[in-house]
């Protein structure tokens, strides 16, 4: 095995370790959590929870309040959170119980049969099915609300001018039901759990980052090429989709049946693709700009791109507005090069690639 090959596979076996450590499920600071799936076992107690997971779990105690932000949420029937639950997800599903108040936004939210919240409910999904207790107010802004037959709310119940509200028979509603303009949601902002989050996104992006140079090197590098040479048709490809595909979502989602599709479908291709997005974005743009200093390596436009960029997002206001533009010159230049590929073109492995002699190299054969 040539020194080629070994330092192939050696950065291969890298950046593997890297993702596998970057997606353990295990705690990064003393109540803070991260990875693909936190769970909170039965028996187990933690204190003041502020977790970010793809699955997040309450099977235990939180004593405190849980911030969190996942695919899906989870206190279920054995689970308990003695303080407030604030979070963010696909599917937000409240089965135990809760002594303060719950708010958060998702795609589908459920207060279960047994369920007990202690405080108010103030949510923002596009279907929220509640048949649990609430003895506070509740307020919910929604496409569809189904108030279900076990369903217990001691306050007033709030919906949204253009909610549709379905209550079933034996639904008990103490307060009275209000209709007006809710307004939109926020997602869940985190305070001591920023440093945590910043850290782990850069070791993430780097790594996805390295794992889309190496499987997809020609890909990369026309990603690179529609930055630096069209400009203009990858910054409209990037806004048409950018607009678009949240459009198609949303239909699926007023369509009802389609919820389904768009919470498990849907919603993981918007997250990863809008993953891939920022990081071909940042790496894109690294790249063009050491090209006008005449300097071409894509390990360091990576680096510079993902820590560089990650770094000038993090300023207010002006990191936001860079980042949005980065995000859809790279969703522009990943829509072209999937387009290019459907086209006729295709992935070279890289060994193929590393052997096919170039311009200069070829000999002129017989006429």
Same mark, same amino acid.
């Not at 936004?105 to 202690?118: P, S």
């Not at 040479?229 to 990858?234: E, I, Q, S």
């Given at each position: 095995?040539?020194?080629?090959?070994? #330092?192939?596979?050696?950065?291969?076996?890298?950046?593997?370790?890297?993702?596998?450590?970057?997606?353990?499920?295990?705690?990064?600071?003393?109540?803070?959590?991260?990875?693909?799936?936190?769970?909170?076992?039965?028996?187990?107690?933690?204190?003041?929870? +502020?977790?970010?997971?793809?699955?997040?779990?309450?099977?235990?105690?939180?004593?405190?309040?849980?911030?969190?932000?996942?695919?899906?949420?989870?206190?279920?029937?054995?689970?308990?959170?003695?303080?407030?639950?604030? $979070?963010?997800?696909?599917?937000?599903?409240?089965?135990?119980?809760? #002594? &303060?108040?719950?708010?958060?936004?998702? %795609?589908?939210?459920?207060?279960?049969?047994?369920?007990?919240?202690?405080?108010?409910?103030?949510?923002?999904?596009?279907?929220?099915?509640?048949? %649990?207790?609430?003895?506070?107010?509740?307020?919910?802004?929604?496409?569809?609300?189904?108030?279900?037959?076990?369903?217990?709310?001691?306050?007033?119940?709030?919906?949204?001018?253009?909610? +549709?509200?379905?209550?079933?028979?034996?639904?008990?509603?103490?307060?009275?039901?209000?209709?007006?303009?809710?307004?939109?949601? +926020?997602?869940?902002?985190?305070? %001591?759990?920023?440093?945590?989050?910043?850290?782990?996104?850069?070791?993430?992006?780097?790594?996805?980052?390295?794992?889309?140079?190496?499987?997809?090197?020609?890909?990369?590098?026309?990603? $690179?090429?529609?930055?630096?040479?069209?400009?203009?048709?990858?910054?409209?490809?990037?806004?048409?989709?950018?607009?678009?595909?949240?459009?198609?979502?949303?239909?699926?989602?007023?369509?009802?049946? #389609?919820?389904?599709?768009?919470?498990?479908?849907?919603?993981? $291709?918007?997250?990863?693709?809008?993953?891939?997005?920022?990081?071909?974005?940042?790496?894109?743009?690294?790249?063009?700009?050491?090209?006008?200093?005449?300097?071409?390596?894509?390990?360091?436009?990576?680096?510079?791109?993902?820590? #560089?960029? %990650?770094?000038?997002?993090?300023?207010?206001?002006?990191?936001?507005?860079?980042?949005? $533009?980065?995000?859809?010159?790279?969703?522009?230049?990943?829509?072209?090069?999937?387009?290019?590929?459907?086209?006729? &073109?295709? +992935?070279?492995?890289?060994?193929?690639?590393?052997?096919?002699?170039?311009?200069?190299?070829?000999?002129?054969?017989?006429?």
């Amino acid at each position: 095995m040539n020194r080629r090959v070994l #330092g192939r596979t050696g950065i291969v076996l890298l950046v593997v370790a890297v993702v596998v450590l970057s997606a353990v499920p295990a705690p990064v600071a003393a109540e803070s959590r991260v990875g693909g799936g936190v769970i909170i076992e039965e028996g187990e107690t933690v204190q003041d929870l +502020e977790v970010v997971a793809g699955t997040v779990e309450i099977r235990g105690t939180v004593e405190g309040d849980l911030e969190g932000v996942g695919g899906t949420i989870v206190v279920a029937d054995s689970g308990t959170v003695t303080g407030d639950v604030s $979070v963010s997800g696909g599917s937000v599903q409240i089965d135990g119980t809760v #002594g &303060g108040n719950v708010e958060g936004a998702a %795609g589908a939210l459920t207060v279960g049969e047994g369920a007990e919240i202690g405080g108010t409910l103030d949510v923002g999904a596009g279907t929220v099915y509640l048949d %649990g207790t609430v003895q506070g107010d509740a307020t919910v802004g929604a496409e569809r609300l189904v108030v279900g037959s076990t369903a217990v709310v001691d306050g007033d119940l709030t919906v949204d001018d253009d909610t +549709e509200v379905v209550r079933e028979d034996g639904a008990t509603i103490s307060g009275t039901l209000v209709r007006e303009d809710i307004g939109g949601f +926020e997602p869940v902002a985190f305070g %001591g759990l920023d440093p945590v989050l910043t850290v782990w996104g850069f070791v993430a992006n780097l790594a996805l980052g390295a794992l889309l140079l190496l499987a997809f090197p020609r890909f990369s590098r026309r990603v $690179v090429d529609n930055v630096a040479d069209r400009p203009g048709r990858t910054g409209g490809a990037g806004l048409v989709t950018f607009l678009a595909v949240p459009l198609v979502f949303v239909a699926l989602v007023l369509s009802i049946v #389609g919820i389904p599709i768009a919470i498990f479908v849907g919603l993981p $291709v918007l997250v990863v693709g809008g993953w891939i997005a920022l990081v071909y974005g940042r790496f894109a743009v690294a790249a063009w700009a050491l090209r006008q200093a005449d300097y071409e390596n894509r390990w360091v436009a990576l680096v510079v791109g993902v820590v #560089g960029l %990650g770094l000038v997002a993090l300023v207010p206001v002006l990191g936001g507005f860079v980042d949005i $533009v980065v995000f859809v010159f790279g969703l522009g230049a990943l829509t072209l090069g999937l387009y290019d590929l459907r086209t006729g &073109g295709r +992935e070279t492995p890289p060994e193929a690639e590393e052997a096919a002699p170039s311009e200069g190299d070829r000999q002129p054969g017989p006429v």
